[in-house]
């Protein structure tokens, strides 16, 4: 069992930054691949980063590539999503997600691996204003 805590949400003008942090707790040595997510009301959860903990391997949407960095603290159990030049179209609620024993191939998958991602945290809110 794997729990999730999130932090870091909140509001800033088109063109801010903001990082938000999620830490794991509980069977941390089995997960391979941590994921963060973001839905709009009424919208599909749609992945935005990933991270194959085994190597720090990450991947990006094509929407935020250069502009989010995942990376992680081992020590803290904790991985982090920097957002710089956000935009307004990055106004979602945004989740942390793990997966134990997951392949690399499939925690690339941002498109297809929603399903492959048992654990979620209870999600942290951001806003960009114009």
């Known amino acids: 069992q794997v729990e999730l805590v999130e932090s870091g949400g909140g509001s800033v003008p088109a063109g801010g930054s903001l990082r938000l942090s999620c830490t794991a707790s509980?069977?941390?040595?089995?997960?391979?691949?941590m994921g963060w997510f973001r839905q709009a009301p009424g919208k599909e959860r749609e992945g935005v980063a990933s991270?194959?903990?085994?190597?720090?391997?990450?991947y990006y949407s094509d929407s935020v590539k250069g502009r989010f960095t995942m990376s992680q603290d081992n020590a803290k159990n904790t991985m982090y999503l920097q957002m710089n030049t956000l935009k307004p179209e990055d106004t979602d609620m945004y989740y942390c997600?793990?997966?134990?024993?997951?392949?690399?191939?499939?925690?690339?998958?941002?498109?297809?691996?929603?399903?492959?991602?048992?654990?979620w945290g209870q999600g942290t809110h951001v806003t960009v204003s114009s």
């Open positions: 509980g069977d941390t040595v089995s997960i391979s691949c």
């Open positions: 991270i194959y903990t085994r190597d720090g391997s990450t």
């Open positions: 997600a793990a997966s134990q024993w997951l392949p690399r191939h499939r925690c690339e998958a941002l498109d297809t691996n929603r399903a492959d991602f048992a654990y």
